[in-house]
């Protein structure tokens, strides 16, 4: 199966960037930092964007429940 890549220009896989969102990186920029997403076009921002929704909202879901 061809991986998922998020980012093109770094190379980063969706599982890279949900790696670094679980590990407290919580804006685009922090994800930059974390594993180098987003840090070249700005492309795969938005995608970067929602998937920090997305990942914070499942850990919303995991603290009420
Ligand atoms: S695709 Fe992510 S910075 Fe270009």
Redesign the pocket.
Known sequence: MTPLF?????R?RENEVRAAIKLGARCEESVGEACG?????????DRICDMIEEESADTLVGVSA
């Open positions: 998020v980012c093109i220009c770094a980063v997403a987003g840090t070249n076009c700005g492309s795969c921002l």
